[in-house]
């Protein structure tokens, strides 16, 4: 690495969607079931986020007021600026959701062209809109002009190695109005197999003439995070498992481009801690009863991240009222770690992603 990397890139013009100016250049990724407000909110405290984005919400549940749908788009004022992400294939429900958003005050609107699950591709939506090249440009081309922010795309590469088309795509999205695109640096058919292929993100960062293009998939560390930059000229990354990791990567990504040197991440009790309060901010959400069955998946990383000896994790779990919630917490507390230090920093989590093939996910 050159020792003037990161300077070089903090001189550089800020991020920025459209007229939405970003205070960094690094994007919590969404993460269904994962970037709710919440979670949002705790890694905005830790600091070094440019923009959040929700969890993928489908558009026809949005028009059609389903209650779970607007649970998943909630925010607040500490909450800014903030994306939602789309997903459908109708090009008129999807221009109407861009309308309704609008008026709701969103800062962005990501358009989901990424998930490889087989119920959101197999309506038509996600990663399947990079198979059918005309209707999803007319459906592109709709919804930015029904917008009044900023309407980014969210992509793999392609469908799978023999049709690579996000080049293309980010190519006519720029000329569409698309002010900004994130690519996976995988194709829908790979799911998480295998590693980035940071040299296809370079082709979409060639394709496109004044739009940023936002790296993803892979970054967990400072030299991942380089890597990233130096190989693919990307101007921004997005990071979603690593931040379930470390939601200090942020703040350390912001302080290393400033500085050239990063703050640790957090010690076993500041997670303790950070978890606790994201507890909180669910339990004003839905209520006490129903953020402790609501937690659990989220609390499941926090103690493995933590390094939780499995029985103080089975019992965190098995909890069901705000007594038994504190009694494992005072047992977690008590036994700390049961490897790496207590004080410094805990060994990097490996995140497992969903595995076998993807047309079963």
Request: proline share 6%.
């Amino acid at each position: 690495m050159q020792p003037d990397f990161w300077q070089q890139l903090a001189k550089s013009p800020p991020l920025a969607y459209g007229r939405l100016t970003l205070a960094s250049r690094y994007v919590l990724s969404p993460l269904a079931g994962f970037t709710n407000l919440p979670f949002r909110r705790i890694v905005r405290e830790l600091g070094g986020v440019g923009l959040a984005t929700t969890d993928l919400v489908s558009a026809r549940g949005l028009l059609d007021g389903s209650a779970k749908s607007f649970q998943l788009i909630e925010t607040c004022p500490e909450d800014r600026p903030f994306a939602v992400q789309i997903f459908g294939g109708d090009p008129v429900i999807m221009s109407d959701c861009a309308r309704l958003l609008c008026e709701r005050g969103v800062d962005s609107i990501d358009i989901n062209m990424g998930c490889p699950v087989a119920r959101i591709t197999g309506g038509g939506a996600g990663a399947s809109l990079m198979c059918q090249a005309d209707a999803t440009l007319r459906m592109v081309r709709g919804v930015v002009e029904a917008s009044r922010v900023p309407v980014t795309v969210k992509m793999r590469l392609g469908w799978d190695s023999t049709q690579l088309t996000a080049p293309g795509f980010a190519r006519e999205f720029e000329q569409a109005g698309v002010a900004a695109v994130t690519i996976h640096g995988r194709t829908r058919e790979q799911g998480f197999r295998g590693v980035v292929d940071r040299t296809g993100i370079r082709q979409v960062v060639e394709a496109v003439d004044r739009i940023p293009i936002i790296g993803n998939g892979d970054v967990r560390t400072m030299a991942d995070a380089r890597r990233m930059f130096q190989e693919t000229g990307c101007q921004g990354i997005a990071i979603g498992r690593g931040a379930l990791a470390n939601p200090w990567i942020f703040r350390q990504l912001v302080e290393w481009e400033q500085t050239g040197e990063v703050s640790p991440a957090g010690s076993f009790d500041d997670r303790l801690n950070l978890m606790l309060r994201q507890f909180g901010y669910l339990a004003e959400l839905r209520g006490e009863d129903r953020a402790i069955s609501m937690f659990r998946k989220m609390a499941h990383w926090y103690l493995k991240a933590m390094f939780v000896s499995a029985p103080l994790r089975n019992q965190f779990q098995s909890a069901a009222t705000r007594e038994e919630v504190e009694e494992a917490l005072a047992a977690i507390r008590e036994h700390g770690p049961s490897r790496g230090s207590r004080s410094g920093e805990l060994p990097q989590l490996h995140i497992p992603v969903p595995s076998g093939p993807v047309e079963r996910w």
